[in-house]
């Protein structure tokens, strides 16, 4: 699978991710392995959207996000993904042309 593929996969794993998973305790460690990997993910034209995912999670999904934070004590890049934050409209939207970019 190639650099630029990875990307786009990831996305729609965040897209299914968010639209299965409900927004409890439950479903935290998907969301933290989904972060791991999301982390991984290296592309030579875009860079992470990582503030547009972490502020759709804490907006679409406070209590996953409220959960998240408390495992960013002990784990440095949680702590940072968690702080990350911008207006959820302008993310969407960025996500969106992202992924029309990626196709």
């Known amino acids: 699978m190639s650099r630029f593929n990875d990307l786009k996969t990831t996305l729609e794993k965040f897209e299914q991710l968010m639209s299965k998973s409900p927004d409890d305790k439950t479903a935290l460690p998907e ?16 860079s992470l959207p990582s503030a547009e995912l972490m502020t759709i999670i804490k907006k679409e999904k406070s209590t996953i ?8 004590a002990s784990n440095p890049s949680l ?17 969106a042309d992202l992924r029309g970019k990626l196709e």
């Open 31 to 46: 969301f933290i392995n989904f972060l791991r990997g999301f982390l991984r993910v290296r592309d030579p034209k875009f």
């Open 65 to 72: 996000f409220h959960y998240l934070k408390l495992q960013a």
């Open 79 to 95: 702590e940072l993904l968690t702080q990350l934050e911008m207006d959820h409209a302008k993310a969407r939207e960025r996500l």
